[in-house]
């Protein structure tokens, strides 16, 4: 498993909330082989929803330390809209919200998402309040101050007991929502299907083996065509722009050209 950002406990609550915030899909790099990703090879998604920023953003740069994607919000509204939007494999939600408590927000979540599994951040220590926690349809809770290493653990724990993630498949390649399987050959980007040609596979396949790496055209030439470098770097451009045609076609690109260096991918931009 990746290093995860050093840190001490996360703090409690201030008594200023911070301004809400929204904070589209991304991922960190790729996560290593064996760790947890959706039954399709693509990378977990998980929801963030507490008003205090910082807290926010550690708690989401410890989940994409996992190699997930996350989605963070900063009240109940945004947290019910970004779950119906983006469909999150699990939530982690905060008990005290400046527009509704977070029970509510997990009473109108069940109605729309009955499965996801939620994870509860609370300052409250007494049993009362755990105990309504779990009653009102939370699967876990984690009490302020609490380690980023226990969130994860209970979070890992809940989305292998629901089935929402299971351990990576070694033959399946994802970057963002473009996923490669190996062994079957099926590329699908957004979880519609692509079709691409031996040759356009291979070279799929050798940029997602490297996301987020200049490969030169004499590299790509010697490891998909095994030509030597030398006045062929031109098919090396012509299949680049076939795969653009197919996988980056009316969506956020993720095959990109480096002027004089060579070509490589990455997840595309939110829109």
């Not at 009102?136 to 984690?142: F, K, L, P, Q, S």
Request: glycine share 8%.
């Amino acid at each position: 498993m990746s290093r995860m950002p050093s840190t001490s406990s996360a703090t409690t609550r201030s008594t200023h909330a911070a301004s809400p915030t929204h904070t589209a899909h991304t991922t960190a790099a790729p996560a290593p082989a064996g760790d947890l990703a959706r039954p399709d090879g693509s990378p977990v998604r998980v929801l963030v929803v507490d008003d205090e920023a910082p807290l926010a953003d550690l708690l989401s740069m410890a989940l994409r330390y996992e190699g997930w994607q996350v989605c963070t919000e900063g009240d109940g509204a945004g947290a019910l809209r970004s779950a119906r939007e983006n469909r999150p494999d699990a939530v982690v939600l905060d008990v005290m919200l400046p527009d509704m408590d977070g029970l509510e927000v997990l009473a109108r979540l069940r109605r729309q998402t009955p499965d996801v599994p939620v994870l509860f951040l609370t300052a409250k220590d007494a049993v009362e309040d755990r105990i309504a926690g779990l009653t009102a349809g939370g699967d876990d809770y984690v009490t302020k101050p609490f380690s980023l290493e226990e969130v994860v653990a209970r979070l890992r724990g809940l989305l292998r007991r629901s089935g929402a993630a299971a351990v990576r498949n070694e033959s399946v390649l994802a970057v963002g929502d473009l996923v490669l399987n190996e062994d079957s050959h099926e590329v699908s980007r957004g979880g519609d299907n692509i079709h691409l040609t031996a040759t356009e596979f291979e070279l799929l396949r050798y940029l997602m083996r490297n996301p987020r790496r200049v490969l030169s055209k004499a590299q790509i030439l010697d490891r998909v065509w095994s030509y030597d470098f030398g006045g062929q770097a031109n098919v090396v451009e012509l299949y680049i722009s076939y795969l653009r045609r197919k996988i980056d076609a009316g969506r956020s690109p993720m095959i990109h050209t480096r002027r004089g260096a060579g070509y490589l991918i990455k997840p595309g931009e939110p829109v």
